[in-house]
């Protein structure tokens, strides 16, 4: 008997995630600084993506005006709109602490970033200076299987500096991505 339920619970999830498993891939529409925020510690103005079948290529480059101290954090304010953006409602807000971590270990993102930047993207203290980027590959593989179909996305990211337990966070840049997904 239990293997009976073992294989009905197989062939429901192959069922299910057998539909739902049709590869999808990102369309990233806009990638810019946030236009309401000015004079920041970091400006990612000269950042540019192009999409691909594997995900969103970016390359280009940003400026860190002052040195960065202390690790950083970033805020995802995620918003789900209509399929040509009119309207929009807030999804989720969510919080990645400690992004050099996150960085060196992969998590983020699909490419190890401090490798492809010039100079290396190195944990802190992060100097001041123009970061190159060369073909950062955005592995959209990660959300394949999230129901993000139909809608289009905007997401604005929020970073913050200095954000161990009694320190004061300091705002360094924000960035406005709208993306969409299809599938193959």
Known sequence: MKRVKIVILLIFINIHFGFASKAKYIQAKKFTQCKDFKNLTTDFSELVTVNEKNGVKMSGSFTVRNEIKGDMDM???????????????????????????????????????????????????????????????????????LPIEGHQWSVRALIYAGGKPHTTKYFLGCIEIVFNSHAD
């Open 75 to 145: 805020q995802l304010d995620t918003r789900r709109c209509t399929p040509e953006g009119r309207q929009c409602s807030s999804f989720t807000n969510n919080t990645i602490t400690s992004i050099c971590d996150s960085l060196k270990k992969n998590i983020i993102f699909g490419d190890k970033m401090e490798t492809l930047t010039t100079p290396s993207l190195t944990c802190f203290p992060l100097k001041p200076g123009k970061y190159v980027i060369s073909d950062f590959l955005f592995d959209g593989s990660s959300i394949q299987y």
